[in-house]
């Protein structure tokens, strides 16, 4: 679904993405030094010159919010905070269906580098927000008053600023079959030199919170940053699922208030009258209302077929002429539960040591 061109491909991209289509492809470019170089491979002149234009002026907005977030924090020491950090530029292309719809198009994640400026599907929603208070994803274009670029800060922001800005995570979700079109510049880092806190961000109270480091040995060691910190919670992960096959699942940030709210949605929906449950038939097995006596005499169960689905909760609660509070509710734990697998599928992958892929 998720489909990116990264920069390191300088060969023909064809090579390594055969199935891409050809206007995804084209519109690839590498700031660096403040001056486009560009690798576009089958752009017409016209194409590349609105290419060009539009890498500019997004480029003179980066570096225009580098000096006012510098100069937000009172920092005088750094004159031109980004001048000369690489960017990257991302056109992405989100092939939704209506199989995919509920399902993730990218997964929850900050970006690596400082600052992201997107410019978001303003058609097709799909791009969230976490609320760190509440654990709650909140939707990006509902929130916007008119046409507008979203900013989001990433992990050397916060490293920089010593903590004080904070990298924000954020998710796409499939919410329409419908194809997803968004541009991302990503002003990574500096070229040479480490990325270090000014002198003015470090003080007695807040004590320096990382040591220097250079983008591209961060970088290199992001997919496997959790491998490296914690080594010795991938150790029991591994032998956890090795010898027993089952854990227990501690700080999950699943807010408890939705877990509750779940938990009382659920007892209402078992608590219906036979007749009405017995409604809920479905074609797929272990999915729908499961009868007493099919299991065991006293086993009985409400299943939804895929719960990371939207169209699959709408389904299944229509059936039982479930109110919308709570649809809402079954759909928002829907999605957080489905984030958690997908957050430990990738910790299995990287916990026997391989790199993680996209595919769960
Ligand atoms: O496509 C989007 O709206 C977001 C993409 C994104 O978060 C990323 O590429 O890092
Ligand atoms: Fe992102």
Redesign the pocket.
């Known amino acids: 679904m998720f489909m ?1 061109l990264r920069t390191e491909d300088t060969e023909d991209p064809l090579k390594s993405y055969p199935f891409m289509n050809l206007w995804v492809y084209v519109t690839w470019l590498v700031h660096k030094q403040g001056r486009p170089s560009m690798i576009i491979w089958t752009a017409t002149p016209h194409q590349r010159e609105i290419i060009e234009k539009y890498s500019q002026a997004i480029h003179e907005v980066a570096m225009d919010l580098g000096r006012k977030m510098a100069e937000s924090l009172g920092v005088k020491e750094v004159d031109d905070l980004l001048k000369g950090w690489t960017c990257q530029y ?1 056109l ?1 292309k989100y092939n939704f269906t209506p199989e995919t719809v509920g399902k993730l198009g ?1 997964f929850s ?1 900050s ?1 690596s580098g400082f600052l ?1 400026i ?1 410019q ?1 599907d303003e058609e097709v929603g799909g ?1 969230e927000v976490l609320d760190e208070s509440s654990g709650a994803f909140l939707p990006v274009n509902a929130m916007a008053a008119g046409p507008s670029l979203l900013v989001n800060l990433g992990d050397i922001a916060k490293a920089w600023s010593n903590g004080r800005f904070c990298n924000m995570k ?1 998710r ?1 979700v499939c919410k329409e079959a419908s194809i997803r079109v ?1 541009i ?1 510049m990503f002003v990574l880092g500096p070229n040479e030199g480490s990325i270090e806190a000014p002198t003015e961000l470090v003080d007695n109270e807040h004590p320096q919170l990382y040591i220097p480091f250079t983008y591209q040995d961060y970088f290199n060691n992001r997919l496997s940053k959790d491998l490296r910190n914690d080594p010795a919670e991938y150790k029991k992960l591994r032998e956890a699922c090795e010898e027993w096959g089952c854990f227990r699942l501690l700080n999950h940030r699943i807010p408890l208030s939705l877990i509750a709210d779940m938990k009382n949605v659920m007892r209402t929906l078992l608590d219906l009258p036979m007749e009405i449950k017995r409604s809920n038939k479905a074609e797929i097995p272990g999915s729908g209302f499961i009868l007493p006596g099919v299991i065991s005499s006293i086993y009985e169960g409400l299943g939804v077929h895929d719960l990371g689905s939207s169209q699959a909760v709408q389904e299944f609660c229509s059936k039982l002429d479930v109110p919308p509070n709570h649809r809402d509710i079954i759909d928002k734990y829907g999605q957080v539960v489905q984030d958690l697998a997908m957050d430990l599928g990738r910790k299995l992958v990287e916990s026997i040591g391989l790199e993680y892929c996209d595919f769960f």
């Open positions: 990116p991302r992405i990218a994640h970006d992201t997107l978001y791009l954020h796409v968004s991302a």
